[in-house]
């Protein structure tokens, strides 16, 4: 992800279903269900200060529309944003850098309006420069992983943060060693994987407690690839590797489920995707039966963005070619019932479309709805609040 990026935006699925029972128990009254999404984008060319707008999303329908509370402004600038369901309610988390230090800020979802309520702010010191800063969350929603200085030890460290299922707060439980690129769980969370500055492709064992990571020494093969993502059942993990014009090819490995080492299982023909020259970004419905594989325009050669539906052996986590996805932008699946995909299109509007349960293919736009900023980067989509 480019750290330069002015857009991001997040689905925040907040579940609301009432039935009500008045006078007669047969009586009832459904809410739709909703979801929150929200879009961040650069104030001006000038400024990096960011402002987060919310929308709603009618998960029955694919409606959308603007939410009408107060906006959330950060002063820096927007790196990522991620979202975690907790038995409280759905909080919210970003990291961004002013180009000298990088910060983690959490937020609490305010039910019934889609509010940003402000948490905490931690500053990671000295890490722009010293590798693209992560941020991730683990399967369990227990801990949320960033990268800081170690002092104390001169060294780059992955710290774990304890999530508060109550308030979203963020407590330090660990500080492993390490200067990464990428972080990715694979489900239920045991094992993560991820590539150092240099690409080498890592594997760790996950500890449950702290939430800190131990090398899988000679469990991973040597090779320079750009983790991913791994499928909701945590079968494969899936790389990006760099031909030799700088093109990116998906490539997939079989996780053990004991020992969480990887076996080469194969990669997608580049004639089968098309060449793209710019790291893809691929996403999975709830169910794990269908992937979505979208690359942004590259420089050589020069395409428009493309996107492709894939279907997900569910023994081996292999990925197959349906065929072109539609839409443009990155996409997100709305999670409360995972028929919707939100993606954002070349006219800088944020559309709905239905996903077809037995073939993955996408549905013509449901809805649309423009967006204030212009440089859509990233859609990503979290569970539903609980």
């Known amino acids: 992800m480019n750290s330069k990026s002015s857009i991001l935006l997040l689905l925040l699925a907040l579940q609301v ?7 007669n128990p047969t009586d009832s009254l459904i809410v739709p269900k909703s979801t929150y999404a929200y879009v961040a984008g650069a104030e001006s060319q000038a400024s990096k200060a960011v402002t987060i707008t919310g929308y709603l999303i009618n998960a029955d329908t694919g409606a959308l529309s603007t939410l009408t509370g107060p906006t959330t402004t950060l002063p820096d600038g927007l790196i990522k944003m991620l979202s975690s369901a907790q038995p409280a309610g759905a909080f919210l988390f970003t990291l961004s850098s002013d180009g000298i230090n990088s910060n983690v800020r959490s937020f609490k979802v305010k039910a019934g309006t889609g509010v940003l309520a402000p ?9 722009e420069g010293s590798g693209l800063p992560i941020l991730s969350i683990h399967p369990s929603g227990k801990f949320l992983y960033a990268q800081r200085s170690d002092f104390r030890n001169n060294r780059l460290c992955v710290v774990a943060y304890r999530i508060d299922p109550y308030t979203g707060n963020l407590t330090e439980r660990s500080c492993s060693a390490g200067e990464l690129q990428t972080l990715v769980f694979a489900p239920p969370g045991d094992f993560a994987y991820g590539n150092a500055n240099d690409g080498a492709l890592g594997g760790y064992i996950v500890n449950q407690d702290d939430g800190s990571l131990t090398s899988l020494e000679g469990a991973i093969p040597d090779t320079t690839v750009s983790a991913l993502a791994s499928d909701p059942r945590g079968l494969a993990l899936y790389t990006l590797r760099l031909d030799y014009y700088g093109c990116a090819l998906l490539e997939s490995w079989t996780i053990n489920s004991q020992s969480g080492s990887l076996i080469f299982a194969g990669s997608i023909p580049q004639t089968n995707l098309g060449p793209s020259c710019t790291p893809g970004y691929t996403i999975f419905t709830p169910s794990g039966d269908f992937a979505y594989l979208y690359y942004t325009p590259g420089h050589y050669p020069h395409y428009a963005n493309e996107s492709f539906a894939l ?3 569910r023994t081996t986590g292999n990925l197959t070619v349906i065929g072109a996805a539609g839409g443009s932008g990155l996409p997100a699946i709305e999670p409360s019932h995972g028929k919707l995909m939100i993606s954002i299109n070349s006219y800088q509007g944020l559309v709905s479309q239905f996903i077809d349960p037995q073939t993955g293919i996408l549905s013509q736009t449901v809805s649309t709805i423009p967006l204030p900023q212009p440089s859509p980067d990233a859609l990503i989509v979290v569970a539903p609040a609980k």
């Open 119 to 127: 948490v905490q702010e931690i500053i990671l010191r000295n890490t």
């Open 311 to 313: 279907s997900v052996d």
């Open 17 to 23: 279903s009432l039935i009500g029972c008045a006078g």
